[in-house]
């Protein structure tokens, strides 16, 4: 999975509360995205970083918050979890962010919210 | 507004037979196409892409697709199919005007290859 770890690969947790999810990667690429996934709407962006403390909104983005203070890592966070936020979520880099750079998927995080 | 359709939930196939899986794009610009490949528990791998020139574009594990502009269709073919084949496939597409940032996926097309 093109040097991308996320953690923990599995979570339920409880509505209400906070849950951070990390995304790290070896590849030293300049570019970082979330994004969830859920049956009948493929992938949706959450988050993206375009360096390091340097972030900015999705089409998905109510209810998590982003950080990035390190090229390497990603972390996305769910202040108060809700329901809604079970989902699958995958971190994405790419090298560059034209419309030709190819993004390379994380293995996912499977997220329960109770 | 970008979107991507594919118009199949499901696509069943034969083992040997060739293999077909549709997409077709709206975009209002030029497009840059995308397929990637899930598998079960995985991460989307990245397939091929199709940026500029020849209309087919072949990429990985003997997967082909052809860019159709008139018909902004980017349908992904195998001539033949392998169990191993079996798998949640995405088509994604990006306006050439606003880059990486915004890549819009299809909802995939679960494929089911019959030995």
């Known amino acids: 999975d093109a040097g991308i770890t996320q953690s923990p690969r599995h979570k339920v947790t409880e509505t209400g509360t906070p849950v951070t999810l990390r995304c790290h990667q070896t590849?030293?690429?300049?570019?970082m995205y979330w994004y969830r996934q859920d049956p009948g709407h493929g992938l949706r962006l959450i988050h993206y970083?375009?360096?390091?403390?340097?972030?900015d909104k999705g089409e998905v983005s109510d209810g998590y918050s982003v950080s990035r203070s390190k090229t390497e890592d990603f972390l996305l966070t769910l202040e108060s979890a809700t329901s809604s936020q079970t989902s699958v979520y995958f971190c994405?880099?790419?090298?560059?962010?034209?419309?030709?750079?190819?993004?390379?998927f994380g293995p996912g995080t499977r997220l329960t919210v109770l | 507004a970008q979107s991507v359709a594919q118009p199949e939930d499901q696509v069943n196939v034969a083992e040997g037979n060739p293999l077909t899986v549709k997409c077709t794009y709206s975009?209002?610009?030029?497009?840059?196409l995308f397929w990637y490949v899930q598998y079960p528990n995985r991460g989307l791998q990245f397939l091929l892409k199709?940026?500029?020139?020849?209309?087919l574009v072949k990429g990985s594990y003997g997967f082909e697709a052809e860019f159709n502009k008139s018909q902004t269709s980017f349908h992904l073919k195998k001539p033949s199919a392998l169990v191993s084949d079996s798998a949640l496939y995405f088509c994604?597409?990006?306006?050439?005007?606003?880059?990486?940032?915004?890549?819009?996926f299809g909802a995939g097309t679960r494929l089911f290859v019959k030995a």
């Open positions: 970083s375009y360096g390091v403390k340097d972030t």
């Open positions: 199709y940026i500029t020139g020849d209309n």
């Open positions: 994604a597409v990006r306006d050439i005007n606003t880059g990486g940032f915004k890549t819009i």
């Open positions: 975009v209002s610009g030029n497009p840059y």
């Open positions: 994405a880099i790419s090298e560059g962010s034209s419309g030709t750079d190819t993004q390379y």
């Open positions: 590849e030293n690429h300049r570019y």
